[in-house]
């Protein structure tokens, strides 16, 4: 899949302006940024969607503006909602959609048994998917993507409004078919999404790619490993900021003390047993890597918004 | 080509096992027009008059039959901006699915829907008295020309539907209603004052209502305007006039939803 330039303008304003995007096939990108970074935008433009205003692109090796039937014959899209009927049975979910694929009707039928029994729905495959869970729902809508089994999958915030345990199921799903060789493009505004999924992470701020790299690449960008120490009381602070060195961070409100480190496991027994020289007993000693919160707040110089939305 | 008319079947498919599974809908939509021509038939047909005489029966059921007809429109444009509204429009854009088949299985499902009101509404109203009388032929002719109306109808409602948020398609009832009743649906437009009565007359509804009033031979045929003399012309011209503004509107405006 590839990105060059683009660029799309709603009314005045230029949703993407001058996006590039590159995936390997068989990866996972993840496409993270606040509401209104022009993520879906992109993604329903490499779905055929959505008309470009300039620059081109290619999916599965199909230009999207010239070839979009060809594209779409390997694409499949999970939008933000979901497009399960109601109504209609899983199973019939799935047998319509085989066929609107194309697909004979035995053909249907035999590929909807098989991904029922691939997305662990087989028992719930007669009933209706009104009576389905969050979970169960996004799982049938993922299956119904994979009736052609696409070569690229796009996922618009798959996980959008479900709980932590749906979140699960369906990360295990997306990691299933990308262990099978499908390419996904993912956009998400959870961090810890992308985090988990991502081989390549594309953070887009105001229509334009901000930053690129690896979950750890990006998040080593902002000095690598931390270390820690949350303390009872804040007459300790003082102690504890001495005993971690010049460049260490006091924050009076949490109790706690940070400061950048080299080496980990090194850096945790020499302030533990420092620390225990001092008599300063503390309450919590953590090592920790930047979270992609952090990366986001620095490279877009403002918070992921979108998680308070949610 | 093909697919075009199996997708067409496979969409339409959809909707009706929605009503077979939710029978509710389908009451609802049956009940409606069943109490109004109990309504006005039973109760306010004795104090209606029929202008050039005639039961009031026999002059409701066709206004009926057009009233059940203007609100299907209703009804498709609810459908279409659903699934416009919950993403199932861009799966079908994005799917290699013969784009015709979405709208078309559209109509096929409303036109089914339609012709099972037409049948219930024409039962009731023989159980009350209402009939036929220039034989089978010109009745389903009559019929047909509802069913033409509601096809042209169809488009109109796939257009608005493109356009339209859910929220505000639930509200085209108020604009709806009041359509289907400045015609001559319930009363006859002579009896309206001087510029409703143009109204009335030049209502397309009209124009099929007066059309099948004429072919199932119930009274409150006819009139002074053009309109009403006219009324089996306009009842086939009206319907083609809609296909040919809303068909590549709305085929304008789906292509356009990658604006």
Redesign the interface.
Known sequence: MLAEGLRKRFDRNWALDGFDLAVPTGTVCGLLGPNGAGKTTAV?IL?????LDGGRAEVAGHDVVREA?AV??Q???N?????V?D??TGK?NLV??G????LSKRRAEVRADELLEQFGLTDAADK?AKQYSGGMRRRLDLASSFVMRPSVLFLDEPTTGLDPRNRGEVWREVKRVVGEGTTVLLTTQYLDEADQLADQIVVMDTGRVAAQGTPDQLKSKLGGDRIEVVVRNADELPLVADVLGPDAEVDPDTFRVSAAVADRVAALTRVTSALAARGVEAEDIALRRPTLDDVFLAITGHKAVSEVQA | MRYAVVDSWIVAKRDLIHWVREPVRVFANLAYPVISVLIFGLVFGSAMNVFGGGDYIEFLLPGMFGQTIAFGVGSTLMMVSMDADRGVTDRFRASPMSQTGVVAGRSIADLVNSSLELLVLALCGLAIGWSFHDGPLNALLAFALFLWLRFALVWVGIYIGLLVKPEAAQASWMFLFPLTMFANTFVSPELMPGWLRVVAEWNPLSSTVAAARELFGNPGVGGDSWAAQNSLLLAVLWPAVFVAIFWPLSVLKYRNLSR
């Open positions: 329903r779905a055929t969607l959505l008309r039937p779409r014959r694409v499949a899209l939008g933000q909602q979901s497009t009927d109504v209609l019939e319509m959609w066929r609107l694929y194309h209706r």
